[in-house]
């Protein structure tokens, strides 16, 4: 397989500007580019073009999709919010989807929290929050996940497209 590059943001809230700023940043330049729910946008919005976009539970005009699966010549990538696999509690109802589907990276929004580790064979990725973040890491980010035959390769990103080093990781695959 050749190398792959994929974008995921989530927990825009209302705050099309940046979507539009991430994806007229990326469209063309990458492989794939991934909402994970609440951007409180209407489903029909022209900014989704070129986006694989999921529903989240403060998308109140609904007409999103709850989950999505997308293969990328191979690569196998699920997609949910998360809040109806219930991962404020625990992550096992969405890693036994991510496993029902063969995924290679399930990603995930919700929790606001950026988060990249391996279960298995899958990538759980969560971008954290590109508007309201929460936890210890206070930057509003976004994700880019490079993909090798033998790795995966996850870097975060502020909204001036500088690279947040410290959360920067490396998994075989």
């Known amino acids: 397989m050749a190398k792959q590059t994929i974008i995921v943001m989530s927990d825009s809230h209302g705050d099309r500007a940046i979507v539009e700023d991430i994806k ?3 469209l063309g330049k990458v492989d794939a580019i991934f909402h994970n ?3 409180e946008l209407k489903s029909d919005d022209p900014v989704w073009d070129g986006i694989q976009v999921v529903g989240g539970n403060m998308d109140f005009y609904g007409g999103y999709p709850e989950r999505l699966v997308t293969d ?6 699920v997609q949910a919010h998360g809040h109806l696999f ?9 890693d036994l989807w991510a496993q029902e589907e063969n995924a290679d990276i399930c990603l995930y ?3 606001h929290i ?16 590109i508007s309201q973040p ?7 980010l976004y994700a880019k996940i490079e993909v090798e035959n033998d790795y ?4 975060y990103y502020n909204r001036n497209h500088d690279l947040y080093p410290s959360l920067s990781k490396e998994f075989a695959r």
Do not use: C
């Not at 990328?72 to 990538?77: E, F, H, P």
């Not at 990249?116 to 759980?124: I, N, V």
């Not at 929460?134 to 509003?140: I, N």
């Not at 995966?152 to 870097?155: C, I, Q, S």
């Open 37 to 39: 729910g609440d951007s």
């Open 109 to 111: 929004g919700h929790l």
């Open 86 to 94: 219930h991962i404020n509690f625990s992550f096992q109802k969405l």
């Open 152 to 155: 995966f390769r996850v870097d």
């Open 72 to 77: 990328l010549n191979g690569l196998r990538v």
């Open 114 to 129: 950026p988060d990249a580790w391996m279960e298995g064979r899958t990538l759980f990725l969560n971008p954290g929050s």
């Open 24 to 26: 007229n940043h990326y």
């Open 134 to 140: 929460r936890g210890l890491v206070t930057e509003r």
